[in-house]
């Protein structure tokens, strides 16, 4: 189904989006809506997503649309770049296709006091040590080790566990989505299986599309934005991209288990099994959502323990300490996971079960939810582009709250399988031609490089264009990529 192309309806509704009408298929509660320019729409047409934008709009208590952002691409049930909103009030549903098997899959900023001309001529030293330090690869354990009495307290109390034993600095926690801990989360609710799958994993990068970057600011849009994350043109920064490891796997591998014949106890008729779901108030709903959160608050974890051991390398590497580097944390999101935050649905406020699926939140200035020195810009919106070309920053809008559930796009979004992308690297080296870009890149497994080649991905300006365009969010600071270490 992923390489079929899409031959339904695409009615064109402004500059940046597209309706599938709910009479495209039986079934359907809502509309699909995609946000996309006419370029990008015209290589969205070419696997099935927006197919599987149609058929989440068939979940019961959906809340106004099925939405996918520009970097939308065919995933398990939902497609990645899928947002939809559910009111359990009315019959919502939870489904774990709506979060994906990295449960929070999320990227972390960190910006420096070092130029890229000081960094320069220390940037091959530094992606080794960067490579030697931080755990990588497939199935790779990590250098530092829980029991599990503190695996249990450390997916219950997030980001502050690791932090308070050492692995980061307080302002850290601040600097994470939701304080890097969804509450409710049931640690006792994740299996054996995927404690034995992905309890040693804390700390670790993994492999596919993951990766820890060295880049610098390049270029700045909005100044006032910048200054107050602390990005300056032709500073260094860090930027590192990793989920919940194989436990966050196991958990979503045991809910589509557990959940197989859920909707038919309900009375749920679906179009796609990969699209299993229980009413999100349901004893079955209610046990996916503890052990989700519970691997949510290990992925921020996993990403804390990455920052502590860049900082160490990037303090051996130049001679000095990470708070003389000023290596502080931006901000840290999630992309994939599913969250009970409040919306104004007709007339009354409700809470609604957000999933993003490779979707980022992208809440606005003055929201209660933003650390105080973010209130007045919004929140920083990371979106990794490739690691060839570029990387954004942009902040949140008015106009996702009132158009997109607080959410933006998470990446660029692939225009190539990493099958494709392999066969079309054949005969050439993928290392070579980042190095001849400026780049250089240390990678674990054998096609990682040739799977995440540039040319695999859409190009990133064109997708927050389409953001920037429709007031979702707004364009702060481009990000140029010059080390890249990958599983």
Known sequence: MPN?????????????RWRIPKSYKEGMRVDGLIYADAKLVEAIKQDKSPEQVANVACLPGIVRYSLAMPDIHWGYGFCIGGVAATDPTQGGVISPGGVGYDINCGVRLIRTNITIDDARPRMEKLVNQLFRDVPCGV?????????????????????????????????????????GRIPHAEPDLVSDRALQRGGDQCGTLGSGNHFLEVQYVEHIDDAPAAKAMGLEKGYVTVLIHSGSRGLGYQVCDDALKDLRDTPRKYGIDLPDKQLVCAPVDSPEGKKYLGAMRAAANFAWCNRQIMTHLAREAFARVFETSAERLGMHLVYDVAHNIAKMEPYDVDDRTAELCVHRKGATRAFPPGHPELPERYRGIGQPVLVPGDMGRSSYVLVGQPGSMEHTFGSCCHGAGRRMSRGAAIRASKGRSIKQELADRGVIARARGRTGLEEEQPDAYKDVIQVVDVLHSASISRKVAKLRPVGVIKG
């Open 4 to 16: 079929e192309h899409y031959t339904g309806p695409l009615e064109r509704v402004d500059h940046c």
């Open 139 to 179: 199935g790779q354990g990590g250098v530092i080790k829980f029991d599990r009495r503190e695996l249990r307290d450390l997916m219950e109390i997030g980001s502050k566990y690791v932090v308070d034993r050492g692995l980061g600095w307080s302002s850290d926690v601040e600097s994470t989505e939701a304080g």
